[in-house]
Every structure is written in structure tokens, then in C-alpha cells.
T-cell receptor, first 110, second 114 residues
Framework: KAGVTQTPRYLIKTRGQQVTLSCSPI?????VSWYQQTPGQGLQFLFE???????NKGNFPGRFSGRQFSNSRSEMNVSTLELGDSALYLC?????????FGPGTRLTVT | AQKVTQAQTEISVVEKEDVTLDCVYE???????LFWYKQPPSGELVFLIR??????QNEISGRYSWNFQKSTSSFNFTITASQVVDSAVYFC???????????FGQGTRLTINP
């Protein structure tokens, strides 16, 4: 069974731009969660989607948003990028509570 | 609120030594889940184990073992006869019933030297 896939793997953006990251969960998994990993703050939960509905949300500003499609694929969007948004963005999918992570998208904001 | 503390920032041992990674957690919930993940240099978090709060039985999987003690709110991870391939950052995490949100510790960077 294929694992969680994330695209793109690397991204360089300029301050003020917006970005969209994509995540395809493991087949059959309906829950998709997003995390941000930075050297200073570590791994932090962004939000979780289940059946196209946001079920949980972390403590991030409204510039961070997401959505889930009927095939469980998910996207997250960051608008008005700031330098501090440079991070590894990890997506995880789950069927019964164990979360399986993708390889991440490394975003660099210059 | 939940909190996970991994006091060991970095550990370095010689191959074949046993090593224990400590994890202490805080939660007021009675039903919760504890996890360990491995993050190799490639960046992907690899799932290792999940335990629920009602199952304090220790678990062994090959060279890996986990010791869960509710009395001390700890969920420690031991690698026996370490190998160079075990070098990675290891994260302990906690979630509570009904929430898919994982609360992670700061991670322990483990280096196994040949």
C-alpha cells in the first residue's frame, strides 16, 4: 500500500506571497492532519480534517488554512508569507488513531 | 492542556551499547495515547509504537522495548545493542481520546558511533 505523499517536496517563496501544499493520504484513511516543524518551536499541530470537515485546529493565525476533498486528499494554504513560516510541513493520515506521516514539504521564505 | 518532556536533547553512544530515551508526559485526561516516532535525516516521521493509557504492559519489538509507568507519567524507550542505523531524532508524543492532535516532545537526537 502506498504511503502518504506530499507535493511539492521543496518550495522557495518570497515574503508576502501565498503557497498551497498538497497531501494524499494512505488509501482508505479519512483523517488528515498537518504539522509544522521548526528548529525553535519543534513539531506543532496545525489542523485535522475528517470527511471534508475540520475537526481540530491548533494555535496558528488565520493565514494558515486547509481543506479536504471528497477523496480525502488535503491541501493547506498559507497566505501573506512571513520569514517565520519557513519550516518543514508534515502531513499525516490516520485510520484508527495511529498517524502515518509523509516526507514533508520544506518551505523556505526569503 | 497536555505536555510532553524529553529531557535528553542529545545522546551519543558507541555501537552495541544499550540506550534509553526518556519521556515524561502531563495530562488530566484519563484516556490518552502515547507514541514514539523516529525521524531519520530524510525528515519523514516513522511510526514506532502506540500505547493507550489502560495498557501498562511493557512491549518488546526486536531490539526495541518500551516501559510505560502511569505512576511516574513516563513512557521510556530502550534500544538494545544499538546500531548505526538507529541514529535519528526520536520523538515522544501524546494524544487524548477524541482528538487526532499529537502533542510532541522536543525530541532526542541519538547518534550511534561505529
Amino acid at each position: 500500500k502506498a504511503g502518504v505523499t506530499q507535493t511539492p517536496r521543496y518550495l522557495i517563496k518570497t515574503r508576502g506571497q501565498q503557497v498551497t501544499l498538497s497531501c494524499s493520504p494512505i488509501s482508505g484513511h479519512r483523517s488528515v492532519s498537518w504539522y509544522q516543524q521548526t528548529p525553535g518551536q519543534g513539531l506543532q499541530f496545525l489542523f485535522e480534517y475528517f470527511s471534508e470537515t475540520q475537526r481540530n485546529k491548533g494555535n496558528f493565525p488565520g493565514r494558515f488554512s486547509g481543506r479536504q476533498f471528497s477523496n480525502s486528499r488535503s491541501e493547506m494554504n498559507v497566505s501573506t508569507l512571513e520569514l517565520g513560516d519557513s519550516a518543514l510541513y508534515l502531513c499525516a493520515s490516520s485510520l484508527t488513531g495511529e498517524q502515518y506521516f509523509g516526507p514533508g514539504t520544506r518551505l523556505t521564505v526569503t | 492542556a497536555q505536555k510532553v518532556t524529553q529531557a535528553q536533547t542529545e545522546i551519543s553512544v558507541v555501537e552495541k551499547e544499550d540506550v534509553t530515551l526518556d519521556c515524561v508526559y502531563e495530562t488530566r485526561d484519563t484516556t490518552y495515547y502515547l507514541f514514539w516516532y523516529k525521524q531519520p535525516p530524510s525528515g519523514e516521521l516513522v511510526f514506532l509504537i502506540r500505547r493507550n493509557s489502560f495498557d501498562e504492559q511493557n512491549e518488546i519489538s526486536g531490539r526495541y522495548s518500551w516501559n510505560f509507568q502511569k505512576s511516574t507519567s513516563s513512557f521510556n524507550f530502550t534500544i538494545t545493542a544499538s546500531q548505526v542505523v538507529d541514529s535519528a531524532v526520536y520523538f515522544c508524543a501524546l494524544s487524548v481520546l477524541g482528538a487526532q492532535k499529537l502533542v510532541f516532545g522536543q525530541g532526542t537526537r541519538l547518534t550511534i558511533n561505529p
